[in-house]
């Protein structure tokens, strides 16, 4: 390290002793020295009281140097007493005079404002009376000769005294407000960066947690409608596996393909990172290895352009895209995009696949498109709503989707006539699903209400506005 930064860095970290070092250092110069050097020719002081008051009022004027910054304004009493006494009783001239406007400097560095204006007016005061001084006592000297020779006491040398007096302080003192102002700026830049320092820290805890809440929601969401649909039609296919081989089958293909879809939606969840390469068919972002994945461990890669299936009947998926040869291309499941109201199709055939008859019906035409995400919040209110009927309803339930556009956003509603999870404890759940739905909805401005119905059943009902209030 630099030999002078390492001096800034101690001095520093340490003020207090730089500071009696140096008071220590100007009694030396000022004090000290100039009486052993100049002592001779200085008029004769027969009893030396002016000697005494001189060396007196100098070690007053300077060591309260050594407590300048950790007492300002007492150190500035003590400079302001000696300099009074030296006025009143000692020599016209002392080196020592010059702490007078280092300790304006001082105190507009380090004194409240109000003080240190004080301290500039009273030094301003004190160069005028130090100017008549010198004009009504002017200095005496020794000649080599012996001879005892006076200044002349002329107007002028009063006027030069105070006005070179007057500048002195004035230029201390504008020095030392420059540095209290920089001193004020940077520490209120400290403080600023420590302030955004914490509320970057504290978005991040809450983005953090924000995204905890997110996952946790869609996990639910994926984990809970998966399982259920595979639970019922693993019941099925058990119950129909002896009398009619088919219907198990077709189960067991649902099965299959709820598994692999499910595996799909919890990679892209939880971000499965994949290498980049070459890609397939002139797709950009789709590789060979993507192409060819197996969407669930055990089970055999898809062509690149699945047939038409149950749960997509057009044989259109969300999850291929085209290629310059014609023929699909599927997404691997981390860039798939999530699923939208245009998919609930897709999901009332997949719950009917299940055993849930379900009614879907669309009213209204949209104004303008729900916010960011909010197509995802009302597909998962839906898919939400929906898994507990299958859960709960019991046996012979039916749901009932309606989906209204009106002048300030979208009304969900979903009914069922099943009996509840009243009638059965046994398939009692948390309440996670439906307080995630609420949170999503919350999300977007809009609300939602569950309860039961009148005489039978269960109802969900949401709305989304157009816009977050």
């Known amino acids: 390290m630099n030999p002078l930064r390492r001096l800034d860095q101690w001095t520093r970290l340490h003020p207090v002793r730089t500071d009696v ?53 007492a150190s500035a009493a003590v400079v302001t007493a000696a300099a009074v006494l030296h006025l009143l009783a000692g020599p016209e001239f002392s080196l020592s005079l010059l702490m007078v406007p280092l300790t304006v400097y001082n105190l507009a560095a380090n004194a409240p404002r109000s003080i240190s204006v004080a301290g500039l007016l009273m030094g301003l005061v004190g160069g005028v009376a130090n100017g008549v001084k010198v004009w009504l006592f002017p200095a005496q000297f020794v000649t080599p000769d012996g001879l005892i020779v006076r200044s002349p006491a002329e107007p002028l040398a009063m006027v030069i005294m105070a006005i070179g007096c007057g500048l002195m302080v004035l230029t201390a003192w504008a020095f030392g407000d420059v ?10 830049l400290e403080d600023r960066a420590h302030r955004l320092e914490v509320q970057s820290r504290q978005e991040r ?61 919890m990679r892209q969840l939880l971000g499965v990172l994949r290498e980049t390469g070459e890609t397939v068919a002139g797709v950009p972002g789709v590789t060979d290895d993507d192409a060819r994945r197996p969407a669930a461990d ?4 898809r062509p690149a352009d699945p047939a038409p299936d149950r749960a997509d009947p057009a044989g259109t998926r969300a999850d291929v895209v085209a290629s ?54 009302a597909y998962r209110i839906v898919q939400e709503a929906l898994t507990n009927t299958l859960r709960h309803g019991g046996p012979d339930a039916d749901a009932f989707v309606t989906l209204a556009w009106t002048p300030r956003g979208l009304d969900l509603q979903i009914d069922d006539d099943g009996c509840g999870a009243a009638a059965d404890p046994a398939t009692r759940g948390s309440g996670q699903g439906l307080r995630g739905a609420a ?6 401005g809009g609300t939602l209400e569950t309860g039961p119905r009148v005489g039978a059943g269960y109802r969900v009902s949401a709305h989304l506005p157009y816009s977050a209030v």
């Not at 949170?439 to 977007?444: G, M, P, Q, S, T």
Request: no cysteine.
């Open 21 to 73: 070092m140096a008071a220590a250092a100007l009694f030396t110069v000022i004090v000290a020295l100039p009486w052993i050097a100049l002592g001779p020719m200085v008029a004769p002081d027969p009893q030396g009281r002016q000697t005494a008051v001189s060396l007196l009022a100098g070690a007053g004027m300077v060591l309260p140097w050594a407590v300048r910054r950790v007492r300002p304004v």
């Open 179 to 188: 540095v209290r102002n920089r001193r004020l700026t940077v520490r209120a």
């Open 205 to 265: 805890e809450l983005a953090a947690a924000d995204e905890r809440s997110h996952i946790a929601r869609e996990m639910h969401d994926i984990v809970a409608h998966s399982l259920q649909v595979i639970i019922s039609q693993a019941d099925g296919a058990r119950y129909a596996a002896a009398a009619k081989p088919a219907l198990a089958v077709t189960a067991l293909e649902t099965i299959g393909q709820t598994g692999r879809s499910a595996l799909a939606d």
């Open 298 to 301: 055990g089970v055999p890669a």
């Open 324 to 377: 310059p040869d014609g023929r699909g291309t599927r997404l691997p499941p981390g860039r798939r995009p999530q699923p939208r109201l245009a998919d609930l199709p897709a999901l009332v055939e997949t719950m009917r696949l299940s055993g849930l008859e379900v009614s879907l019906l669309e009213t209204g035409t949209p104004r303008r498109a729900l916010p960011a995400g909010g197509e995802l919040a």
């Open 439 to 444: 949170e999503r909805a919350a999300l977007f």
